[in-house]
């Protein structure tokens, strides 16, 4: 059962691609909102990958609850789950989604690189990303923070797994010996296999003791998912822009010139209507469409065209 999908990134890529035209955006700002453009994109391009392949096994069972991009908040710690299964048993499987256009190669002491024009980057371990937030997420059931299923009066203590996932297409280079590698990342069109491989060979007598039915799996996982907090991002402060248009050396001119003129009646200039959203220049016509025809989708707030389609219509 599908119980929550992907939040949409579509506002995020309009506000960054609207910053492009910033009049304050030099060309160095400008390569780091494209460059942050590609990761957004390539990110949720991977997320979505893998997220086929969990639906189509997973989203029509009964016995399985599917989670997508939970982001957690608990006692100043921060967990981004990419995706979350969770079956019957209240076996949690946690998995960190990654999309490598060439590949990821792993050595001996497990440091990881991805490959970029057939040459090696350094990027930080995504299984420790993900043991990370498993702790994170088993402190949530451990503190009550989520509704765990009792039996007998008793809270019943899920089990935690994780698991890697990489696009299909990608090559994975592990090292000979043992390690985190060896049975912890897959290729996303082999997560079925995985969790079959797992559950054949769980060997614990007791594990149908604590088996739930439907009802009470989705009552928990709708739990879990209660506890989204989705991320926030102020692009304009990271990028550091304004919010406002700042007026261009032509325009200063032209209010000083006129001051000057008329020193007993000085013009005033009146302030230029900017985009809420990415501080872009808008027109008159796009505040009139803004405050006098749309003013309930937009709260009484001007958006530019392009910003305009990340809000949606009303129902």
Not at 21 to 41: F, G, L, V, Y
Not at 47 to 63: L, T, V
Not at 180 to 187: E, F, L, Q, S
């Amino acid at each position: 059962m599908l119980i929550k999908e992907a939040d949409d990134k579509t506002h995020d890529l309009a506000t960054l691609k609207s910053l492009l035209n910033h009049p304050t955006a030099n060309a160095e700002t400008k390569k780091r909102i494209e460059q942050e453009i590609r990761n957004i994109s390539s990110g949720a391009k991977g997320e979505a990958d893998a997220a086929y392949e969990i639906d189509f096994h997973y989203g029509p069972s009964k016995n399985w609850a599917v989670i997508h991009d939970l982001r957690m908040e608990h006692k100043g710690r921060v967990a981004q789950i990419d995706h979350l299964l969770v079956n019957r048993f209240l076996d949690i499987w946690v998995f960190e989604s990654k999309r490598f256009a060439e590949g990821i190669s792993i050595n001996e002491q497990g440091e990881c690189a991805m490959f970029w024009n057939g040459k090696p980057a350094g990027i930080a371990s995504p299984h420790e990303q993900n043991t990370k937030h498993i702790a994170v997420i088993k402190a949530v059931c451990d503190d009550g923070a989520a509704e765990l299923p009792k039996r007998l009066g008793f809270n019943i203590k899920p089990a935690f797994n994780g698991l890697v996932l990489v696009s299909k297409n990608a090559r994975v280079s592990r090292p000979k010996s043992k390690g985190w590698w060896t049975d912890g990342i897959v290729k996303a069109d082999q997560v079925k296999a995985k969790i079959d491989k797992a559950f054949d060979s769980d060997n614990n007598i007791f594990a149908a003791a604590k088996i739930v039915g439907s009802d009470t799996l989705e009552s928990f996982a709708r739990s879990l998912a209660s506890l989204h907090v989705p991320a926030s991002f102020d692009w304009h402060a990271k990028f550091g822009l304004s919010r406002e248009a700042a007026p261009t050396k032509a325009t200063s001119a032209q209010a000083e010139s006129k001051v000057v003129a008329s020193p007993a009646k000085p013009q005033i200039k009146k302030a230029e209507p900017v985009c809420y959203s990415c501080g872009a220049a808008v027109e008159e016509k796009v505040v009139t469409f803004c405050i006098r025809f749309n003013k309930a989708r937009f709260g009484g707030k001007v958006y530019c065209q392009a910003c305009q389609k990340a809000i949606p219509k009303p129902a």
